[in-house]
């Protein structure tokens, strides 16, 4: 999550660079120092000079094995994973794609099993179903290649770390088909052969459970319930969710579904609280070294004054997670889900070569409105909920109308 100030790009001598500029191993090396300097800044990376040392050896051996740009930010993505931090990783660019990428294909965790949730039409999808259990991705038994994926994967908590491990469960190289090895409910096993095509925007996995859109879904479930999906928290979502409450009115009920949501910008938080509170009630404290400070909902025109209830999950992070959390603490929602990702810090950025961005955390932690923490730990639902292999297997889980958590959180 970005923190109150705008976004921050901090300088670095070779960040106007484009990739063609690391093809030697002393620019990488460069790299690798502004890196290392940059999350040095922070109190929560090394906590001791052994580990920034050891860290700081770790990515120069990357900068001195590498071939060319993809490989060596490649290399120190999978590096910036081994924190504890849910918001340290890199975006690529269309100048350097070294990021995986995964077919269009959502994966749930239900009894302790990889379970394919969704699928979307066409042939991509390789002949997985709703329902299917993963058995082996790639050669690999799914235990193990989920360890892989654990192991690569940022996160404030294990987690959350764990929920969006599953979900990249079937990540790879560009345009190359998954192995995938799965059970299906009639009991048989079969292969499949999903393709890897669509990329994942800074590690936040847009598509949820397979189909989510990049802006506010807003349905009309019943006479007396509304349902609306926030899939961030980026400043043109407040306008568009203050559209789809106006179209709302007075409808008595209200599903607010944050589930895979991965937060953004902290006064977007702020506003959109505003749209379900009368006054600008405390949200949240934000605490950096000594100073702490409060931050207030701003209520603006539009208002809805019905029953709340938000939707999460352990891939709802950073914005998202503290939203629910306040709300709740203002009585004013009633949580549904499972424990969130427990990502509460500010987010800084620093531009490298070739278009490629480093996000990582800053000092400054959000925490709820009493001063308890969310960084680490997340936030439990008051109504916690997992879903089983039968319901996704009834191609039911993201569709508001059948969705098994959504049903639950209007009875």
């Not at 306008?239 to 106006?246: I, V």
């Not at 509170?277 to 409060?294: F, K, S, V, Y």
Request: charged residues 25%; glycine residues 10%.
């Amino acid at each position: 999550m970005r923190r109150v100030l705008p976004l921050l790009l901090l300088p670095l001598a070779c960040a106007g660079k484009s990739a063609a500029s690391l093809r030697d191993s002393s620019a990488r090396a460069g790299v690798s120092a502004g890196v290392v300097a940059a999350l040095d800044r922070q109190d929560h990376y090394f906590r001791s000079v052994g580990e920034r040392r050891a860290f700081e050896l770790q990515l120069g051996r990357i900068a001195d094995e590498s071939v060319d740009a993809e490989s060596y930010y490649a290399a120190v993505a999978d590096a910036l994973a081994a924190f504890d931090e849910g918001h340290t990783s890199l975006a690529g660019s269309p100048e350097v794609p070294f990021a995986s990428t995964i077919p269009p294909v959502a994966i749930l965790e239900a009894g302790g099993w990889p379970v394919i949730a969704g699928v979307a039409p066409g042939v991509e999808g390789g002949g997985l179903r709703p329902g299917d259990v993963v058995l082996e991705v790639d050669g690999a038994p799914w235990d193990r290649a989920l360890g892989r994926r654990i192991a690569v994967t940022p996160g404030s908590t294990q987690h959350g770390r764990r929920a969006r491990a599953v979900a990249n469960l079937l990540a790879g190289p560009t345009g190359a088909p998954a192995h995938v090895r799965v059970r299906g409910t009639d009991g048989r096993t079969r292969d499949c052969f999903p393709l890897r095509f669509l990329l994942d925007d800074e590690g936040m996995d847009r598509f949820r459970f397979g189909f989510l859109e990049e802006r506010v879904t807003a349905l009309q479930l019943g006479p007396a319930t509304a349902y609306v999906a926030l899939p961030d928290f980026s400043p043109e979502r407040q306008r568009e969710l203050e559209d789809a409450l106006r179209a709302i009115g007075t409808t008595p009920r209200l599903v607010l579904d944050l589930r895979g949501n991965p937060g953004g910008r902290i006064r977007t938080l702020q506003r959109i609280a505003g749209l379900f509170l009368d006054r600008p009630e405390d949200l949240l404290q934000l605490a950096e070294g000594n100073r702490t400070e409060t931050l207030r909902a701003s209520p603006g025109e539009v208002r809805y004054r019905g029953s709340l209830r938000i939707l999460v999950d352990g891939r709802t992070g950073s914005a998202a997670e503290l939203l629910a959390a306040a709300l709740a603490d203002l009585k004013r929602a009633t949580v549904y889900g499972s424990c969130t990702a427990g990502s509460a810090r500010s987010r800084l950025t620093l531009a490298l070569p070739g278009g490629v961005l480093l996000h990582y955390a800053g000092r400054a932690e959000f925490r709820r409105a009493d001063g308890r923490p969310v960084e680490g730990i997340g936030v439990t639902p008051d109504v916690p909920y997992e879903p089983t292999r039968d319901e996704l297997a009834r191609a039911v889980y993201g569709d508001p109308f059948l969705d098994p958590l959504v049903r639950l959180a209007v009875e």
